[in-house]
């Protein structure tokens, strides 16, 4: 197939183009570099410095493309709080200028990386994709317009829709921005410089912890499933870890005993976060294959080896 990635230089998209290229695709990448680094693609990858807001750049990369995997976006929770214009601009907007350039040059499926974090707070766990969505924060609002324009768009000109709910993905190339960095990356690079860990809250709060190879293996399942229009698939580990559990597991991980420090004024977000992935399993006949503890001994192993080169 003829694919065309967006956000595709970026932590999972760069994951994905290289399982398709591996696959012999023909796969072509569209990123503005915010985030995203061209170095981690395979050199089979073709790349296009561009904004998925831009849609004359849009249409010149979308030329006899089967399927786009949609993954640009802005995806900082905390950042979006701030900075609530530039997510509405970015994940909605760019979303919008993305299915018109689609429309215009007759691809016929997308599939969209969306987040749970759409689903806010959920008494029901683990949490379905029939649960009623509520986003607590700018970056889940924009995902979930995104969802309603992905969905809406391709209603009206036959394009395929797939929506993967991506729960916490976590690996090697995933970035790591001072102010607003991911979980898992900050604790196990804390614990490798020997500092303290720092948990927001009591700690309890729990999360779903996917590994980025597995998000990039059910991504490109999705692509050419022969599942419903429209459909939405959540992707996690179907299993919730605490955060105290998960600093526990990192400092093993590392070989490292892990006495993290609590934050009790900071506020810990969702209080619970796990995915039935029943639905993943069924249609797309997809399972994680990275256990949680295989993944942290990886990715602690990957930075050793960084923190080697820079020394």
């Given amino acids: 197939m003829r694919i065309l990635i967006t956000g595709g230089a970026g932590f999972l998209g760069s994951a994905l183009a290289n399982d398709l290229v ?3 695709h023909h796969v ?11 170095a981690a693609l395979d050199d089979r990858v073709l790349f296009t410095r561009g ?8 249409w010149t990369v979308l030329r006899d493309i089967d399927v786009v995997y949609h993954l640009a976006a802005r995806v900082s929770v905390s950042e979006s709080v701030l900075y609530p214009v530039e997510y509405n601009a970015v994940n909605t907007g760019g ?3 993305l299915m018109t350039a689609m429309r215009d040059a007759g691809v016929g499926r997308v599939v969209m990386a969306s987040s749970a974090t759409i689903y806010g707070e959920q008494p029901a766990q683990p949490v379905p994709e029939t649960a009623e969505p509520h986003p607590p924060n700018p970056y889940a609002v924009s995902k979930l317009a995104a969802e309603h324009y992905v969905r809406a768009i391709g209603g009206l000109y036959d394009i395929e829709t797939v929506i993967l709910r991506i729960f916490n993905a976590y690996g090697p190339g995933q970035s790591t921005p ?3 960095a991911p979980v898992i990356p900050k604790f196990a690079k ?7 860990i720092v948990i927001w809250g009591d700690g309890e709060q729990t999360r779903d912890y996917v590994h980025v190879d597995d998000v990039a293996t059910v991504l490109a399942a999705a692509g050419e499933a022969a599942v419903a229009d429209g459909t939405i698939i959540n992707v996690g580990c179907g299993r919730e870890i605490s955060v105290n559990e998960l600093a526990q597991r990192i400092g093993e991980a590392a070989g490292v005993d892990v006495h993290p420090l609590h934050n009790e004024t900071q506020s810990g977000g969702v209080r619970r976060a796990g995915a039935d992935i029943s639905r993943a ?25 960084e923190m080697r080169k820079a020394a």
């Fill in 22 to 24: 591996e696959q012999e």
């Fill in 28 to 38: 072509r990448v569209i990123d503005d570099l915010s985030a995203g680094d061209p």
């Fill in 51 to 58: 904004d998925v807001r831009d849609i004359p750049k849009l």
């Fill in 95 to 97: 979303t919008v200028s």
């Fill in 178 to 180: 001072p102010a607003h």
């Fill in 190 to 196: 804390r614990v490798l410089r020997g500092e303290s």
């Fill in 281 to 305: 399993r069924e249609l797309l006949d997809w399972e994680p294959q990275v256990p949680l503890d295989d993944g942290l001994r990886r990715l602690v192993a990957h930075f050793q080896r």
